[in-house]
């Protein structure tokens, strides 16, 4: 069980896909591969919510947001219930 901290899963930085819940900027730059000012620009317009955990905490981006804008051009919320499971069934298989 290396590599598991407390039911979370695994963050591989060589794979295309990171298991885990919420993405880093870095995690978002290294997915997409763009640059820092590229998703600066364009978050805006993929509809994609940013979470911050803390008072001054560092912007987070939910993994089943950036992979559905990836395959269907929308967030995650607005995909339809097969939309999604397939998007679960990505991050997964991953």
Avoid at 37 to 64: C, E, Q, V
Wanted: with cysteine; proline share 2%.
């Amino acid at each position: 069980m290396s590599g598991y901290v407390s039911g979370i899963m695994p963050v591989y930085t060589n794979v295309y896909v990171h298991m885990s819940k919420y993405y880093t900027n870095k995690q978002v730059r290294e997915v997409l591969n763009v640059s820092q000012s590229t998703i600066d620009r364009t978050l805006s317009k993929m509809n994609i919510k940013i979470r911050r955990f803390g008072i001054k905490g560092r912007p987070r981006y939910l993994a089943l947001d950036i992979h559905s804008f990836m395959e269907f051009n929308k967030s995650f919320n607005q995909c339809t219930q097969k939309e999604k499971q397939e998007v679960r069934e990505l991050l997964i298989s991953a």
